[in-house]
């Protein structure tokens, strides 16, 4: 991938992120399905990191491919979804550093636990572990952690909240039932549950949306991951209630240093949680940059367009919204070049429906995938100007 | 703006019996809309916001009777036989007035017939209510099509060729077949793309100045709804508890809960980071309402006298309303106003061939259009 | 980069002309699209078509009628086939085994007969209106050609287990249409208008499958008068069947016509003032049928059993009235297993009828509901 610099033609704001310091380094993922029908290319070479104690914001519509992204990382495609090529690399937190930090938060005696994860460091390459594997299952949930967009899913209905995360912390940290029994009502109490014995004592039909979203955060959380996915966690939840959630999100970042990966629709979200955002379309990353950039200094059509076609409170009522014509094609559709060009305002013919671009850096930690930018255009034409 | 009322909602009721023990006995009620007051002008967009749950979906469902009041009265002013109560209208008075009251639907999926061709979909209230048949109903369909922005010959297609948008226009077109008075929209782009959204909320304004539309328009989205509404009605368990125009009710709201949806609303800027107002605690049940203001148990500045007495809907002047003991006293905070960030066009690099000069049109229409909004 | 381009441009050419045709394709054409992808269920219904083309051929297809009995063939095995100028059968010669009372046939191939195709036997009526002789393979009298083997009268198995095709294969479809005219009317009733009418049903319902089936049926069946024509004894037979068989149908029907009766289409329908008639056969029962028509698929094999197990137990169809459970009641005698098991033959044909029903169902139901 040919990333030509655009030096300082962009008043980028400085990204706070250390680029060593990934936890998970996507490169070139392909996700694709065979069905009966066609072959759908869900991921069509993602690359991207997620930085250590960072929030990264996957923003995209439907069949963008942004569930399937976190889906590939936890090995958890639904058939007949394949991995198909490129690399997902975790990398273990380097010293005991991270682990103290999120035990003395967390709990005070995880710390044996963060010891013992200490030990296995190092970097785990995950597409070659097999779903099933023992080494996949312990970094599943003891290490990335999952929460979904509806929680009855993950949560099961027969057992109550409580016993649910005990299970999880007997599972992987400790074999005293009396301490495990203490630490999920502990880790209730972090989750904002207000009273976190009575909600232990619940079952999961018996809580409300909110407070489920928050039992599902709790079990995610047990076990002290270095990384939580979000995928969608607060689009079935009310305004009230997916501030409180976003409100959890943030302090789980700034007082335990959790780093996340948040996946979602809503442009507000990002803006209101995210430090680093990625923009999807069609199974690409059409654009990748700091939230702030993203929102002040979009480069990619796709992401202008989407920022100028959202209304937003203190816009001229009544003045129409400006519109990105036509809808996301079809799933089964592979556009030859980009993906947007269809739908692009700033189409140009021959170049945008033939040539995929290529990324390249329009700023400090700014890429776009866009032929409108130099470097971009897989052949000599880009480099020319 | 006519100022005529085209609809009269008053104490409007819908309570959904809970049934138990061996006879099925009545031993509860959902009290789902308990006790509604709305005055719906013609020619203007009254939205309806409020949380899941808050009854305002099946608000609209009652003033449509798709579901029967349990209490109250719904008076639509029609045209031609004048006020008519639609909560007791006998069938043939409702036959009557139906064609002038019509919905569009949430899910662009199940609110079409997947074994009917689009046409039959569009044609089905022009059929019921035999006001075309033959060459004359194609072309009203074909007209409704283009009319909503598709093309005519979608109408031999079935809905699963479609996208969510698309479906949802095709939901547009059969609700305004019958040249209705109003539209009760109820989260007509909750469920649709972003990008797909403006499509659809500026079609819809198009048609409403085309056609002369009044929209009851139901959503949960305050960002939309403070694009597209005239006035707002805030619900909370099945009560209406503000009513303003949208300025007022956006910039100064008088009933705290209007005040907390408003600081939740997710700002898409990142130089504007809220910390909303926390609501403590979950909304209660409307089978098992608190006493006295509903909002009490959520309310930061709660006093003694909420947890006893149940505010009235009263106005504050300007045709602003809100049912709060303290709406004269509390000084709520409004909207954060959200600053546009102005995006610059990209340039575009050299291009060769002929087509330069077409796209260099297509950009500065572009650029117009964004200075315009 | 230009092969990526390549690949990447074949399937898109493909998935517009797909899109562009998809778009016009019904539903039903979609689940018959999906039907035959299901190769198991496809198989099944092939062999099924040719099961019931045999029925309605029998008699063409029997050399011998399927009533005649024939002192000379008690108990015959199946013919033993040899090559005479043609396909022909050996000559047989029964002998009395006189320590068990057991007729022995001999086979001598030596003394072959010709089977002749398209030959004169019986006289019959095609399709019961045609008369003719024509068969589709005879031997000359007094030989006999016996496919699958003679019963203890000496009558032809094949003709035998083809003639009660007839009644088996019909009865299942006879029965389930009229069971799921009931349950559609019924179940409609109680989904679509709920409240009183639908308590009512559900109670009556309940009772009706609380009640052990094999009991009831035999019951049921044992009332009707033993002395009554076969005809008219077949059609009260499918009634009883259908009776019972339409309270687990209905509740089916039932919940899904409330599924799509919450749709919003139907709620559009009503805004615009359509009647309930209008609804439930426009939206609701045109919905609705494809999930009618896999349970009904699914519920032949059930019949077909039934009519079986009701005529092995003597309460169903009677002799000389032939059907698949007849003919097992007559192989009743653990002496066929051992000594005569090509008796045994009409039970390989209730097992293959119901395993391919059993597999069209599954394959409709699947088709139907992608995703159930």
């Known amino acids: 991938m040919s990333a030509v610099p655009m030096g300082d033609d962009v008043a980028g704001v400085p990204a706070a992120s250390n680029r060593t310091d990934a936890v998970?380094?996507?490169?070139?993922?392909?996700?694709?399905?065979?069905?009966?029908?066609?072959?759908?290319?869900?991921?069509?070479?993602?690359?991207?990191?997620?930085?250590?104690?960072?929030?990264?914001?996957?923003?995209?519509?439907?069949?963008?491919?942004?569930?399937?992204?976190?889906?590939?990382?936890?090995?958890?495609?639904?058939?007949?979804?394949?991995?198909?090529?490129?690399?997902?690399?975790?990398?273990?937190?380097?010293?005991?550093?991270?682990?103290?930090?999120?035990?003395?938060?967390?709990?005070?005696?995880?710390?044996?636990?963060?010891?013992?994860?200490?030990?296995?460091?190092?970097?785990?390459?995950?597409?070659?572990?097999?779903?099933?594997?023992?080494?996949?299952?312990?970094?599943?949930?003891?290490?990335?952690?999952?929460?979904?967009?509806?929680?009855?899913?993950?949560?099961?209905?027969?057992?109550?909240?409580?016993?649910?995360?005990?299970?999880?912390?007997?599972?992987?940290?400790?074999?005293?039932?009396?301490?495990?029994?203490?630490?999920?009502?502990?880790?209730?109490?972090?989750?904002?549950?207000?009273?976190?014995?009575?909600?232990?004592?619940?079952?999961?039909?018996?809580?409300?949306?909110?407070?489920?979203?928050?039992?599902?955060?709790?079990?995610?959380?047990?076990?002290?991951?270095?990384?939580?996915?979000?995928?969608?966690?607060?689009?079935?939840?009310?305004?009230?209630?997916?501030?409180?959630?976003?409100?959890?999100?943030r302090q789980l970042r700034?007082?335990?240093?959790?780093?996340?990966?948040?996946?979602?629709?809503?442009?507000?979200?990002?803006?209101?949680?995210?430090?680093?955002?990625?923009?999807?379309?069609?199974?690409?990353?059409?654009?990748?940059?700091?939230?702030?950039?993203?929102?002040?200094?979009?480069k990619h059509p796709y992401t202008r367009s989407l920022l100028r076609s959202i209304p937003r409170i203190g816009s001229e009522r009544k003045a129409p919204l400006e519109v990105i014509k036509g809808s996301v094609p079809d799933p089964y559709a592979q556009l030859p070049g980009c993906p947007f060009h269809p739908r692009c305002p700033d189409f140009i013919p021959g170049t945008c429906d033939s040539l995929v671009p290529l990324e390249t850096s329009v700023g400090a930690d700014h890429g776009v995938r866009c032929h409108l930018y130099p470097g971009s255009t897989p052949t000599t034409a880009g480099e020319e100007s | 703006?006519?100022?005529?009322?085209?609809?009269?909602?008053?104490?409007?009721?819908?309570?959904?019996?809970?049934?138990?023990?061996?006879?099925?006995?009545?031993?509860?009620?959902?009290?789902?809309?308990?006790?509604?007051?709305?005055?719906?002008?013609?020619?203007?967009?009254?939205?309806?916001?409020?949380?899941?749950?808050?009854?305002?979906?099946?608000?609209?469902?009652?003033?449509?009777?798709?579901?029967?009041?349990?209490?109250?009265?719904?008076?639509?002013?029609?045209?031609?036989?004048?006020?008519?109560?639609?909560?007791?209208?006998?069938?043939?008075?409702?036959?009557?007035?139906?064609?002038?009251?019509?919905?569009?639907?949430?899910?662009?999926?199940?609110?079409?017939?997947?074994?009917?061709?689009?046409g039959r979909v569009i044609a089905e209230p022009l059929k019921i209510n035999n006001v075309l048949s033959g060459r004359q109903l194609k072309d009203r369909v074909a007209e409704l099509l283009s009319l909503v922005g598709m093309r005519p010959e979608h109408a031999s297609r079935y809905p699963h060729a479609f996208s969510g948008g698309q479906r949802q226009r095709i939901g547009i077109a059969r609700a305004i077949a019958l040249n209705p008075d109003l539209i009760i929209c109820d989260e007509p782009v909750s469920a649709l793309d972003v990008s797909v959204q403006a499509q659809v909320l500026n079609l819809m304004e198009d048609l409403q100045r085309k056609l002369d539309l009044t929209y009851l328009f139901i959503s949960h989205d305050l960002s939309v709804v403070e694009h597209i509404a005239d006035r707002v009605a805030v619900m909370y368990v099945g009560q209406v508890v503000e009513v303003g125009t949208t300025h007022e009710l956006f910039y100064s709201p008088k009933h705290p809960y209007t005040e907390a949806l408003l600081s939740a609303v997710p700002q898409p800027d990142p130089r504007n980071r809220t910390r909303p107002t926390a609501l403590t605690g979950?909304?209660?049940?409307?089978?098992?309402?608190?006493?006295?203001?509903?909002?009490?148990?959520?309310?930061?500045?709660?006093?003694?006298?909420?947890?006893?007495?149940?505010?009235?809907?009263?106005?504050?002047?300007?045709?602003?309303?809100?049912?709060?003991?303290?709406?004269?006293?509390?000084?709520?905070?409004?909207?954060?106003?959200?600053?546009?960030?102005?995006?610059?066009?990209?340039?575009?690099?050299?291009?060769?061939?002929?087509?330069?000069?077409?796209?260099?049109?297509?950009?500065?229409?572009?650029?117009?259009?964004?200075?315009?909004? | 980069m230009a092969s990526i381009q390549e690949a990447v441009s074949g399937p898109e050419v493909q998935a517009q002309a797909v899109e562009s045709s998809v778009g016009e394709v019904s539903q039903w054409r979609l689940m018959g699209r999906r039907f035959r992808q299901s190769k198991l269920a496809v198989v099944a219904m092939i062999i099924l078509a040719l099961m019931y083309l045999g029925a309605l051929f029998a008699t063409f297809l029997s050399p011998n009628e399927y009533d005649a009995q024939d002192a000379n063939r008690k108990n015959a095995a199946p013919s033993s086939w040899t090559w005479h100028s043609g396909p022909a059968v050996c000559g047989v010669t029964q002998t009395l085994d006189t320590t068990n009372l057991a007729y022995k046939y001999k086979s001598d191939c030596k003394k072959s007969v010709t089977v002749h195709f398209f030959g004169e036997g019986f006289k019959y009526k095609l399709f019961g209106i045609i008369p003719t002789r024509r068969h589709l393979f005879t031997v000359k009298a007094p030989n006999k050609v016996l496919l699958w083997g003679a019963d203890t009268q000496g009558r032809d198995v094949f003709a035998r287990t083809m003639q009660g095709a007839r009644v088996s294969l019909t009865i299942g479809l006879l029965g389930v249409a009229i069971s799921t005219a009931l349950a559609a009317i019924i179940g409609t009733i109680s989904g679509y208008f709920r409240g009183a009418v639908d308590t009512i049903i559900q109670r009556i319902i309940e009772i009706i499958l609380s009640v052990p089936t094999l009991p009831l049926w035999a019951t049921m069946a044992a009332v009707l008068p033993r002395d009554m024509s076969v005809t008219k004894r077949y059609f009260l037979i499918t009634l009883v069947l259908s009776l019972v068989g339409w309270a687990g149908l209905a509740?089916?029907?039932?919940?899904?016509?409330?599924?799509?009766?919450?749709?919003?289409?139907?709620?559009?329908?009503?805004?615009?003032?359509?009647?309930?008639?209008?609804?439930?056969?426009?939206?609701?029962?045109?919905?609705?049928?494809?999930?009618?028509?896999?349970?009904?698929?699914?519920?032949?094999?059930?019949?077909?059993?039934?009519?079986?197990?009701?005529?092995?137990?003597?309460?169903?169809?009677?002799?000389?009235?032939?059907?698949?459970?007849?003919?097992?009641?007559?192989?009743?005698?653990?002496?066929?297993?051992?000594?005569?098991?090509?008796?045994?033959?009409?039970a390989a044909a209730v097992v293959v009828a119901v395993t391919c029903f059993q597999l069209i169902g599954d394959g409709v139901r699947d088709a139907v509901d992608p995703y159930g």
């Not at chain 1, 639904?78 to 967390?106: C, M, N, T, Y």
């Not at chain 2, 007051?37 to 749950?53: C, P, Q, Y």
Request: net charge negative; glycine share 8%; aromatic share 4%.
């Open chain 2, 1 to 118: 703006m006519d100022t005529t009322p085209l609809l009269e909602v008053t104490g409007l009721k819908k309570h959904f019996p809970i049934r138990g023990g061996l006879l099925r006995r009545q031993i509860g009620a959902v009290k789902a809309v308990d006790g509604v007051d709305l005055t719906v002008a013609r020619g203007e967009t009254m939205a309806i916001v409020g949380e899941s749950g808050c009854g305002k979906s099946t608000t609209g469902r009652t003033i449509m009777r798709l579901e029967q009041p349990t209490g109250g009265e719904v008076v639509f002013h029609d045209t031609k036989l004048g006020p008519v109560h639609v909560e007791n209208a006998n069938s043939r008075t409702m036959r009557q007035i139906r064609p002038n009251m019509q919905i569009i639907f949430q899910d662009p999926f199940s609110s079409l017939d997947s074994r009917m061709t689009v």
């Open chain 1, 24 to 249: 998970v380094s996507v490169r070139d993922l392909e996700v694709q399905f065979k069905t009966p029908i066609g072959l759908v290319r869900a991921l069509n070479g993602v690359t991207f990191d997620v930085q250590r104690g960072r929030v990264l914001g996957i923003v995209g519509e439907s069949g963008c491919g942004k569930s399937v992204t976190a889906r590939a990382i936890m090995q958890i495609i639904e058939p007949p979804g394949k991995i198909h090529g490129g690399s997902i690399v975790f990398h273990r937190p380097s010293g005991q550093d991270d682990g103290e930090a999120a035990s003395q938060i967390l709990s005070e005696d995880a710390a044996d636990t963060a010891a013992a994860k200490a030990i296995r460091s190092g970097s785990v390459e995950i597409t070659t572990l097999d779903p099933r594997s023992p080494e996949m299952r312990s970094l599943r949930g003891a290490e990335i952690a999952m929460i979904f967009q509806e929680p009855m899913t993950s949560l099961n209905p027969v057992y109550t909240v409580g016993a649910q995360i005990e299970e999880a912390v007997l599972l992987h940290q400790t074999s005293d039932k009396e301490e495990a029994r203490r630490r999920a009502v502990d880790m209730l109490r972090q989750v904002g549950m207000p009273n976190p014995e009575g909600a232990a004592q619940s079952f999961p039909h018996q809580l409300s949306g909110g407070m489920r979203q928050r039992a599902m955060i709790a079990m995610a959380l047990s076990c002290a991951p270095t990384v939580l996915i979000a995928d969608e966690p607060t689009t079935a939840l009310d305004v009230t209630t997916e501030a409180q959630i976003l409100e959890l999100m």
């Open chain 3, 251 to 346: 509740r089916q029907v039932r919940g899904k016509v409330m599924a799509y009766a919450q749709a919003d289409y139907v709620a559009a329908a009503k805004a615009a003032g359509s009647s309930h008639r209008r609804i439930i056969f426009t939206h609701l029962l045109p919905n609705a049928m494809s999930h009618i028509v896999a349970v009904a698929m699914l519920a032949i094999p059930a019949t077909i059993i039934a009519e079986t197990s009701l005529s092995f137990l003597g309460i169903g169809m009677l002799p000389p009235a032939v059907s698949w459970g007849v003919l097992l009641s007559d192989a009743q005698q653990i002496s066929v297993v051992l000594q005569y098991p090509w008796m045994l033959i009409p």
């Open chain 2, 282 to 373: 979950d909304v209660p049940s409307p089978a098992n309402p608190p006493s006295g203001c509903y909002f009490h148990t959520r309310c930061p500045y709660a006093q003694p006298i909420c947890s006893e007495e149940r505010p009235p809907l009263r106005s504050l002047g300007g045709g602003q309303q809100a049912a709060c003991h303290f709406a004269d006293e509390l000084n709520l905070a409004g909207a954060v106003v959200n600053a546009i960030p102005s995006i610059d066009e990209p340039t575009r690099p050299a291009v060769q061939n002929g087509s330069a000069a077409v796209d260099a049109a297509a950009v500065s229409t572009t650029e117009q259009h964004h200075e315009e909004s």
């Open chain 1, 254 to 298: 700034d007082e335990i240093g959790m780093s996340i990966m948040f996946i979602t629709h809503s442009m507000g979200v990002v803006a209101q949680l995210c430090d680093e955002v990625i923009v999807m379309y069609l199974g690409r990353v059409v654009e990748r940059a700091s939230v702030d950039e993203i929102f002040y200094n979009p």
